[in-house]
């Protein structure tokens, strides 16, 4: 039986209504509108809600960020061995159509897989959860691979790299503890390893000048504060164990952009943009 439950951040307040609102006249009652915030309902059913300690909640978020950050090393991965594996990059380059064929039903499958998981999420095992995350993850590098191959190969595979590379500082962030996973600061620290391994990748690749890697360098910070900005808003419903959930919710987000949207606007109510110590309140 369980006899609490231990989440990354103590439950979202919610809002009551108490007593009668009259439109026109002057409120009678001073406590009409009452705000319980999560100091105040800290019990669900009558189960006690634990925090966990900041180490614990670290752990969360660095394991989202490697999770995240090893399937977009898988895309690049993946558009390098397309490049120089046979001829599979002529081919692609050449089909206008024939290319699309098995591209379709495997982004059929690849969305089937992605929302069954997220649907039935708390009703698999933790062993079915991983393995039908790596599936989804594969058929998903099949397919951005493929277009980016296609379409945008420079811009698409600098930008992975350095999404990579940005992922990567959000999960050094986590190997203190003074500071909070919260406000600007991880976002700041993805943005510094970004701009810092910036230029070895202007020298790797042989870029003719350092504008070429601004673009890449805005779609990887776009990316990146996304993800920490999405786990900003999941950690109110997860507990350390929902790493795999939090990953798949950004492809649930990218398919459904209208939730994607109410998240950022759930996040403007009460966001606190210094962050702070351990020893703040959240």
Known sequence: MTTQYKTLSLPVSSTYYNGRLDYGHQD???????????????????????????SRQMVYYRTVCLITALQCFLIAAATTAALYVGDAFDWIQK?????????????????????????????????????????????????????????????????????VTGLLGGALYT??????????????????????????????????????ILIPMFISSVICTYVVLEMYYMRQEMTEEDCILTNISFYIDFAYPMRCLHHVCELTEGVNIAGGFVDDDI
């Open 28 to 54: 009678l009652e001073s406590d009409q509108l009452r705000r319980f915030f999560s100091g105040e309902d800290e019990n669900i059913f009558g189960i006690a809600i634990v925090r966990l300690p900041v």
């Open 95 to 163: 089909s206008k159509w024939v290319w699309w064929m098995p591209l379709v039903p495997l982004a059929l499958i690849t969305i089937f897989t992605g929302w069954q998981l997220w649907l039935n999420y708390r009703r698999l095992s933790t062993r079915f959860r991983t393995w039908t995350l790596v599936f989804f993850s594969l058929l998903f590098t099949v397919i951005v691979s493929a277009l980016l191959s296609k379409f945008y190969y420079d811009i698409g595979y600098l930008s992975n790299l350095l999404t």
């Open 175 to 212: 190997l203190q503890s003074k500071w909070l996973f919260s406000g600007v600061a991880p976002i700041v620290c993805i943005y510094a390893t970004i701009f810092f391994a910036a230029p070895l990748f202007v020298t790797l690749f042989s870029l003719n000048s350092t504008s070429e």
